[in-house]
C-alpha cells in the first residue's frame, strides 16, 4: 500500500460541488488501497479577501504580522473541516488538522515562515485506523504557539514537507492546469504538456516566473527527493512528473521557455573604468535590499564605460532614485532605465553537454528581427533580455526553433489558469 499526498489548490475546492469532487477524488485513490493525506487551499479568492480586509481596518499601514497570520490562516481551517464532512458523508472516515494541531513547527517569520520540523505522530496513527487525513495548507506554528504562514502559494510547500516527513511514494499537485508545459499555452497555443522534468528544470521555471509550483516546495522535493506531479483536478490524465535525472536517460536539449515581465533596466553611461566601480554602482542598490538580476558592464572607451542592471520592476523607481542620486560621486554622465523589457530564457538540462544552443536561440531571434539587448546564461539556462513588445513573438520564435511544438498539431484551450 502506497502513501500518497494529494494538494488541491484554491480553484479546486472554490465551492461546495467542486470541495465533493475531491472527497470523491480522494474517496476512490483510498478505495484503490492508497493511504492518503490531503492538503488544501483556501477557497480561491479568499486570502486576498481576508487580506484586504486586513489593510483596510490598518487603514492601508501594514497589519501586525502575528495577527495577519492569524487571520489568513483560517481560510484553509474552513476547507479542511468542508472537505471532511464530504467524506463523512460518502461514509470514508476522515480527520483534519491546521497545521498547528499537526505541529508543523517553524521559525517566526510571519508570512514567509520556514518549516522546523513536523509531528507525524498521530498522522500516522490516523492512516493506521484508515482514515484520510486533511491537512490545512500554507500554515504552520512556532515554538511560542503563534500561528505562523509559509509564504503565497504555500500549500505546495506543506504537501510537499509532509510528504517527506512520511515517506510518501508521490506527491500529487492538483490544480487547474493538467501538467507543466513547454511554455505558457496562453502566448504559445501549440505548447505541449510535458511528461516529466527534472527538480532543476521546474526550479529555473519557477524562479523565472513560471507560476505552477511555489518554489519553495520545488526546493524541498529535489533537496529530499519527493517525486512530485502537477495534475489537473477536472481531467483525468498523467500530468507532469517532476524528478530527478535519471542516469543515462537521453535528456531534451530543451524542455521549456520561460518569460517574466517583473523586470526593469537601469544603465549608467559614462563612468569612469577603475577598480572597484561596479561595487561602488551596486553598493548602494544591495544595501537597500534591491536584488539584482542581471549585469552587464561595456568595454571601455577613452576610459569610460557603461553599466547596465536588472532589478524587479517593483524596486525600479527606488533603484532608480538611488543610482541617480549616486552617479556625480562616481562621475558618472547620464543614468536611464526602461521598464518595458522582457526577459525570455531557454530551460534544459540537456544543453549542458551541447555549445550549440546559444547560437540556435541568437539566430531564431534575429531572423524576427529581435534585438538582444542582454545575455546571461548558467549551466542549465540562457536569457535574453529584449524589448517587452517582442514576448509572444519572440516565445514563438523560440518555441518553434527547439522543436517544442505539439507534434500532433494540438492546440491547447486555457480559460484563467490557476495561480496561488
Ligand atoms: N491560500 C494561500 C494563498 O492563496 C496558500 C495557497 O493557496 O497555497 O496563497
Ligand atoms: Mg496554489
Given at each position: 500500500?502506497?502513501?500518497?499526498?494529494?494538494?488541491?489548490?484554491?480553484?479546486?475546492?472554490?465551492?461546495?460541488?467542486?470541495?465533493?469532487?475531491?472527497?470523491?477524488?480522494?474517496?476512490?485513490?483510498?478505495?484503490?488501497?492508497?493511504?492518503?493525506?490531503?492538503?488544501?487551499?483556501?477557497?480561491?479568492?479568499?486570502?486576498?479577501?481576508?487580506?484586504?480586509?486586513?489593510?483596510?481596518?490598518?487603514?492601508?499601514?501594514?497589519?501586525?504580522?502575528?495577527?495577519?497570520?492569524?487571520?489568513?490562516?483560517?481560510?484553509?481551517?474552513?476547507?479542511?473541516?468542508?472537505?471532511?464532512?464530504?467524506?463523512?458523508?460518502?461514509?470514508?472516515?476522515?480527520?483534519?488538522?491546521?497545521?498547528?494541531?499537526?505541529?508543523?513547527?517553524?521559525?517566526?517569520?510571519?508570512?514567509?515562515?520556514?518549516?522546523?520540523?513536523?509531528?507525524?505522530?498521530?498522522?500516522?496513527?490516523?492512516?493506521?485506523?484508515?482514515?484520510?487525513?486533511?491537512?490545512?495548507?500554507?500554515?504552520?506554528?512556532?515554538?511560542?504557539?503563534?500561528?505562523?504562514?509559509?509564504?503565497?502559494?504555500?500549500?505546495?510547500?506543506?504537501?510537499?514537507?509532509?510528504?517527506?516527513?512520511?515517506?510518501?511514494?508521490?506527491?500529487?499537485?492538483?490544480?487547474?492546469?493538467?501538467?507543466?508545459?513547454?511554455?505558457?499555452?496562453?502566448?504559445?497555443?501549440?505548447?505541449?504538456?510535458?511528461?516529466?522534468?527534472?527538480?532543476?528544470?521546474?526550479?529555473?521555471?519557477?524562479?523565472?516566473?513560471?507560476?505552477?509550483?511555489?518554489?519553495?516546495?520545488?526546493?524541498?522535493?529535489?533537496?529530499?527527493?519527493?517525486?512530485?506531479?502537477?495534475?489537473?483536478?477536472?481531467?483525468?490524465?498523467?500530468?507532469?512528473?517532476?524528478?530527478?535525472?535519471?542516469?543515462?536517460?537521453?535528456?531534451?536539449?530543451?524542455?521549456?521557455?520561460?518569460?517574466n515581465?517583473?523586470e526593469a533596466k537601469l544603465t549608467i553611461l559614462g563612468v569612469p573604468d577603475r577598480p572597484g566601480i561596479a561595487a561602488q554602482i551596486l553598493g548602494p542598490v544591495s544595501a537597500?535590499?534591491i536584488n539584482v538580476d542581471m549585469i552587464v558592464q561595456n568595454i571601455s572607451k577613452e576610459g569610460l564605460t557603461d553599466f547596465t542592471f536588472t532589478v524587479h520592476r517593483?524596486e525600479y523607481?527606488?533603484a532608480l532614485e538611488l543610482t541617480q542620486k549616486h552617479a556625480q560621486e562616481l562621475g558618472a554622465r547620464e543614468v536611464f532605465g526602461d521598464t518595458d523589457i522582457v526577459k525570455l530564457s531557454l530551460?534544459?538540462?540537456?544543453?549542458?553537454?551541447?555549445?550549440?544552443v546559444a547560437s540556435?536561440m541568437f539566430t531564431?531571434l534575429a531572423?524576427?528581427g529581435i534585438n538582444i539587448q542582454m545575455i546571461s546564461t548558467s549551466?542549465?539556462k540562457i536569457s535574453v533580455v529584449v524589448d517587452e513588445k517582442y514576448?509572444?513573438?519572440g516565445?514563438?520564435?523560440?518555441?518553434?526553433?527547439?522543436?517544442?511544438?505539439?507534434?500532433?498539431?494540438?492546440?491547447?484551450?486555457?480559460?484563467?489558469?490557476?495561480?496561488?
Open positions: 500500500m502506497a502513501l500518497i499526498v494529494q494538494k488541491y489548490g484554491g480553484s479546486s475546492v472554490a465551492t461546495v460541488p467542486r470541495i465533493e469532487h475531491v472527497a470523491r477524488k480522494a474517496a476512490a485513490t483510498r478505495s484503490a488501497g492508497n493511504d492518503i493525506v490531503v492538503v488544501l487551499s483556501a477557497m480561491k479568492g479568499e486570502t486576498d479577501r481576508l487580506l484586504a480586509l486586513a489593510y483596510e481596518v490598518s487603514h492601508s499601514q501594514c497589519p501586525a504580522p502575528r495577527e495577519l497570520d492569524m487571520l489568513l490562516s483560517t481560510g484553509e481551517q474552513v476547507t479542511i473541516a468542508l472537505l471532511t464532512m464530504a467524506l463523512e458523508r460518502l461514509g470514508v472516515a476522515a480527520r483534519c488538522y491546521t497545521g498547528a494541531q499537526v505541529r508543523i513547527l517553524t521559525d517566526s517569520s510571519h508570512s514567509k515562515a520556514r518549516i522546523l520540523d513536523i509531528d507525524e505522530e498521530h498522522l500516522v496513527e490516523d492512516l493506521k485506523l484508515g482514515r484520510i487525513v486533511v491537512v490545512a495548507g500554507f500554515q504552520g506554528v512556532d515554538e511560542t504557539g503563534a500561528i505562523t504562514t509559509l509564504g503565497r502559494g504555500g500549500s505546495d510547500t506543506t504537501a510537499v514537507a509532509l510528504a517527506a516527513a512520511l515517506g510518501a511514494g508521490e506527491c500529487q499537485i492538483f490544480t487547474d492546469v493538467d501538467g507543466v508545459y513547454t511554455t505558457d499555452p496562453r502566448v504559445v497555443p501549440t505548447a505541449r504538456r510535458l511528461d516529466r522534468i527534472t527538480f532543476e528544470e521546474m526550479l529555473e521555471m519557477a524562479s523565472l516566473g513560471s507560476k505552477v509550483l511555489q518554489i519553495r516546495a520545488v526546493e524541498f522535493a529535489g533537496k529530499y527527493q519527493v517525486p512530485l506531479r502537477v495534475l489537473s483536478s477536472f481531467e483525468e490524465g498523467p500530468g507532469t512528473l517532476i524528478t530527478y535525472e535519471v542516469e543515462g536517460m537521453e535528456e531534451p536539449l530543451i524542455s521549456s521557455i520561460a518569460f515581465r517583473d537597500a535590499n517593483s523607481e527606488r530551460v534544459g538540462v540537456g544543453m549542458r553537454s551541447h555549445a550549440a540556435r531564431a531572423d524576427e549551466e542549465i514576448l509572444e513573438l516565445t514563438r520564435a523560440l518555441h518553434r526553433a527547439f522543436d517544442l511544438d505539439d507534434k500532433d498539431g494540438r492546440r491547447v484551450k486555457v480559460e484563467g489558469a490557476e495561480v496561488g
